[in-house]
């Protein structure tokens, strides 16, 4: 409400305004032959359609009717019933709803033909003289035999202008609304597409991080895993055995640089890192052994070339199952890798598996994310990991086979 009270004074000072000049107007009729009841009657209804001829056009219109029938029946010619009627006629147009445009535009030759009916049973009378309008009338006689029709012209024209002049202002009214919804519109859209844009931009940095940790996961643990075997394999060389230490130190040395040189090559920006070798599986291999682990290697097909970005995938991948397999599993029982590359036909990739004998003490170690790691790059090329358990006569084996396509975008 106390919105909306302010839209209504302008409207309600109007019809006060009205009000007050139709019982001015009565008050001051010489020979009155309608009560002045009468004419207060008219003029208030005049006022309450004035007032309501923006908010509720419908209801003024029908207001505007009442107007007319008890002006006809009683004979009640207030000059501003006439205004009235205009104003009601522009609201209609302007503000109502397309029933009530409608609804208005055929009341202006439906009154107007009332009007040349009335006159015409009851002769020009005081209505048309007092209005102003008997000479109008008699100027009009070239549009047809009978004056009839002037009058009807002039009664249309008198309604038609404040119609028309509302029907103009509502499609103007229109046209500036629907430029304004367009530009709205447009201005969502293109804060949609930044919304849209932002949080593709964060899903990316989402998973360049995650990428990110999962390559450091598996350099580090990997190198980690490597120097650990390597350092405790040297508590059981003889102090007097300085070569072997001197060798396993260096073998120490060799895999911590390896490993700094794999961060760094991880925490290069992708612009200007150099894509992994694929010798570099056989490295990874040969790094395994030098940790005093036996691994049994063995490889079957054609080597095939892969893109940089299923080379590296290969190559984590490997690394942490040989992580995986040197941290949990026995040192006295070889790692078996096993390299199987497709013969070319179909979309078969490079299957790696590798096997190992579960340590029982081991396996009280907490799990972690590695094999999670591998399942989630794996996938992102359109490969997939298999990881099965089985007892056998060694002990429990554990076995993860990973299959990484030979092309890019096999996914």
Not at 114 to 140: C, S
Not at 181 to 190: D, R, T, V
Not at 337 to 345: A, I, N, S
Request: contains cysteine; aromatic residues 4%; negative net charge.
């Amino acid at each position: 409400m106390r919105t909306d009270a302010p839209r209504w004074l302008p409207d309600t000072a109007a019809g006060l305004a009205v009000l007050a000049l139709g019982l001015l107007e009565a008050a001051n009729r010489d020979n009155v032959t309608t009560p002045r009841t009468g004419l207060a009657l008219v003029a208030l209804m005049m006022a309450c359609a004035v007032a309501m001829s923006r908010h509720a056009p419908g209801a003024a219109l029908g207001l505007t009717w009442g107007i007319g029938v008890l002006q006809v029946v009683n004979g009640v010619d207030l000059m501003l019933v006439e205004l009235a009627i205009a104003v009601v006629a522009f609201g209609c147009a302007r503000w109502g709803s397309t029933a009530t445009v409608w609804l208005s535009v055929l009341s202006i030759p439906a009154a107007a033909l009332i009007a040349v009916v009335y006159v015409g049973l009851n002769g020009l009378g005081g209505l048309v003289e007092d209005a102003g309008f008997q000479q109008l009338v008699e100027d009009r006689y070239r549009y047809g035999d009978t004056w009839q029709i002037g009058a009807a012209v002039i009664g249309m024209a008198l309604l038609g202008v404040p119609w028309l002049a509302g029907l103009a202002l509502r499609f103007v009214a229109r046209a500036q609304s629907s430029r304004v919804s367009q530009e709205h519109a447009e201005e969502e859209a293109a804060e949609a597409v930044r919304e849209s844009e932002q949080a593709r931009e964060i899903a990316r940095l989402r998973e360049e991080q995650a990428r990110l940790a999962r390559d450091v996961h598996d350099v580090v643990g990997h190198s980690l895993a490597v120097i650990l075997a390597q350092a405790e394999s040297a508590q059981y060389l003889s102090d007097l055995d300085s070569e072997k230490l001197k060798t396993t130190m260096e073998n120490i040395a060799t895999s911590a640089r390896s490993s700094l040189q794999d961060v760094r090559h991880v925490l290069t920006p992708a612009d200007r890192a150099e894509p992994t070798s694929s010798a570099g599986l056989d490295e990874l291999i040969a790094g395994v052994r030098t940790s005093g682990h036996e691994v049994v290697s063995s490889e079957v097909g054609v080597v095939q070339p892969l893109p940089p970005e299923l080379e590296v995938v290969a190559f984590r991948v490997l690394q942490e199952m040989l992580t995986n397999a040197m941290r949990h599993g026995r040192r006295d029982e070889p790692v078996f890798v096993e390299r199987h590359w497709p013969d070319g036909g179909g979309d078969a990739g490079l299957r790696i598996e590798v096997r190992n004998v579960v340590d029982p003490a081991a396996q009280e170690t907490p799990p972690g994310q590695g094999l999670d790691g591998m399942r989630r790059r794996l996938e992102s090329v359109g490969g997939r990991l298999d990881v099965r358990q089985r007892a056998t006569t060694e002990g429990e084996t554990f076995t993860v086979t990973a299959w990484v396509p030979v092309r890019s975008g096999a996914a």
